[in-house]
Nanobody, 124 residues
């Protein structure tokens, strides 16, 4: 089993920045592909970004590309999502997810493990 714990959410003004973190335990972190998703009230959970096991390959949703950066620190068992130029429409609960495959999945069903989520609120 893999346990994922997110942190770093909060309230920020539009145009600001925030970094959320995800600490993993229970399995060798470098064996996991990591993903970030978000879910706004009344909407389905949607893909944000993903990063390969070694961190050399990333994938982003079009709505966050060039504003968000996904990264990981394998010795620290931690994945990060740096969010810049935040917009009110980025307001959501942000979840990290993990799978044991090499594919940088963009759908919820491609991930086996999930964190509890952290709230990000962007005010206008």
């Amino acid at each position: 089993q893999v346990q994922l714990v997110e942190s770093g959410g909060g309230l920020v003004q539009a145009g600001g920045s925030l970094r959320v973190s995800c600490v993993a335990s229970g399995r060798t972190f470098s064996s996991l592909t990591m993903g970030w998703f978000r879910q706004a009230p009344g909407k389905e959970r949607e893909f944000v970004a993903a990063i390969s096991r070694t961190g050399d390959v990333t994938n982003y949703a079009g709505s966050v590309k060039d504003r968000f950066t996904v990264s990981r620190d394998n010795p620290r068992n931690t994945a990060y999502l740096q969010m810049n130029v935040l917009r009110p429409e980025d307001t959501a609960v942000y979840y990290c997810a993990a799978n044991q495959y090499q594919t940088l999945g963009i759908s919820v069903g491609q991930y086996d493990y999930w964190g509890q989520g952290t709230q990000v609120t962007v005010s206008s």
